[in-house]
């Protein structure tokens, strides 16, 4: 089965012994919050908790995050400019679904080899979750629609633009859910590929 | 701009002066929460007032429905089974997306003209709100997965079952935008037509 996961900022690796030594605050609380949601469950952790185990105080997760399950969802601007850039920048002669798929390329980097195992825990706390399931779809709807804005400004007519992009993100959320499981050994370049070549086969 | 919005079931109309008379209890507090939620906003609705209007009581309402928001969406198996019987039943020699195609035909049905102001109310009240949204966004996720569930029984691998029915609900999404807006003169039979010629034509 197909499940919903976190396509998130990645979390920084950091070291437990030198926690407090660790400029990257954000990083260490994201990490903490993630371990904590996989083994006590969203609602019962707390947000004293995740600052505890990231070695900070509560007021310092909150200069960060608005609420615990923020920390699950990055910048939304950042990971949205994650994809639309590469759209804005394709050749101008380029089919929609050509340009949509030059951003798809680019997502990628985002969720390297080094990141699979901390993608995993966060897209299961994720997937068990329906507000956070909800959450979610709504960052990647979002992202779908700033595309289809960059496909109209590229001369793309409704409702080709939406439709491309938001296909395009069908294949995206496909792929990161493939690439969640256990059983799955391809990483994301390619089942991004083949998520396009299966969208142009399954249309043609 | 596409905005999100209700795809519920129906509110049947109904008659102020007659309300006590009227048996559809149900219909009556739908028409009345969408009526209110437009006029005042969700968060100023209660309860109280969506039953006062409806001519019934809190009880009757609680009868009915879990909170004021879930009137806004019908029976989640009954509009999953619009989309789905139809790829069940379509002919088996039909490609993947023939089969999501013929699920998207049946449901333009419950999207008639007679239903196109009511849906709009609700579309707006839905737009403005990140709660609705994201409720919307889960309901139409799920009729995906279900129809992805019904093409690999009818045979289709992974990725292209998930994607066929992540894409067919793209062309949905997209046509349903277009039939709130007030500029579309098309109904939902032709804008399911055309999205579907787009998203071959785009993959194409």
Redo the contacts between chains.
């Keep these: 089965m197909?499940t919903?996961a976190l396509m998130s900022d990645a979390v920084m690796p950091y070291d437990h012994g030198m926690v407090r030594w660790e400029p990257d605050a954000a990083g260490r609380l994201r990490r903490a919050a993630v371990e904590l949601f996989a083994e006590r469950g969203v609602e019962a952790t707390t947000v004293a908790a995740i600052a505890e185990r990231a070695g900070v105080t509560e007021r310092t997760f909150f200069r960060y995050f608005g609420d615990k399950r923020e920390v699950l969802f990055g910048d939304q601007d950042r990971f949205t400019a994650l994809f639309v850039d590469p759209v804005r920048g394709a050749p101008s002669g380029a089919?929609?679904?050509d340009a949509v798929a030059a951003g798809l390329r680019a997502a990628p980097a985002w969720f390297g080899p080094d990141r699979r195992a901390d993608s995993r825990i966060r897209g299961a706390v994720i997937s068990d979750n329906?507000g956070l399931?909800?959450?979610e779809?709504?960052k990647m709807?979002a992202v779908a629609?700033e595309i289809?804005v960059v496909l109209r400004e590229r001369g793309v007519a409704?409702?080709?633009a939406?439709?491309?992009a938001?296909?395009g993100i069908?294949?995206f959320?496909?792929?990161f859910?493939?690439w969640l499981r256990e059983d799955e050994p391809r990483e994301m370049p390619e089942?991004i590929e083949?998520?396009l070549r299966?969208?142009?086969?399954?249309?043609?």
Excluded: N, Q
């Design positions: 197909m919903l089919s929609p679904l329906p399931r909800e959450r779809l709504l709807d629609r289809a409704e409702p080709a939406t439709i491309a938001r296909s069908a294949v959320s496909t792929a859910a493939a089942l083949d998520g299966e969208l142009r086969a399954i249309a043609g």
